[in-house]
């Protein structure tokens, strides 16, 4: 009987702790882009510096009524850095989508057309370019897919191809940052 007490109040210790680990709220994109604020990190982003940044994203998730968490990605890079004290004019951030990703830059009537509900992605990738982030979807992936470029998101410009994307910014100073 003590080892069976004992071993619930570890449960019930283990599981309050993990409750009392809080994500916070981004304050440039309020939805989406949760983080944890990580207290007396060894590795910050310099204040004084620009920087950009292209996130390569070709995976996303199977269920189709779910967000891209790599897309979600790009919100929380934002909001983390913001909330350390970066200003968000010194972020200049590209997203490209290909691959499976590709539908994710679809409007929401051919998302639903296609899939038979709203694409689960149009908020964030609206708040997103609200926020300055330039997205793109690959031309080639887009058109092999059967996608029309009438069937594009206005948050989302067409690329000839993610290549020709990722290679242009990145001959421009941008960093890749790839999670796929």
């Given amino acids: 009987?003590?080892?069976?007490?004992l071993f619930i109040s570890i449960l019930i210790v283990s599981f309050s702790a993990q409750s009392q680990v809080e994500t916070l709220k981004g304050k440039e994109i309020k939805d989406f882009g949760r983080f944890y604020k990580i207290k007396n990190p060894d590795l910050l982003l310099d204040k004084n510096k620009k920087y950009k940044v292209i996130f390569d994203v070709y995976t996303d998730e199977e269920d189709n009524t779910k967000i891209n968490a790599n897309i979600n990605t790009v919100a929380r890079f934002i909001n983390m850095h913001v909330q350390q004290g970066i200003n968000p004019d010194k972020l200049k951030i590209v997203l490209v989508l290909h691959g499976a990703a590709t539908k994710n830059a679809l409007s929401d009537s051919a998302f639903k057309k296609?899939?038979?509900?709203?694409n689960p992605n149009y908020e964030i990738l609206e708040d997103l370019k609200k926020a300055g982030v330039k997205t793109y979807v690959c031309g080639q992936s887009f058109t092999y897919k059967g996608f029309e470029n009438k069937e594009l998101s206005k948050n989302v410009e067409l690329s000839l191809s993610a290549l020709t994307a990722l290679v242009y910014y990145q001959n421009n100073g941008y960093a890749l940052i790839s999670f796929n």
């Fill in 114 to 118: 296609r899939f038979h509900f709203n």
């Fill in 1 to 5: 009987m003590r080892k069976i007490t």
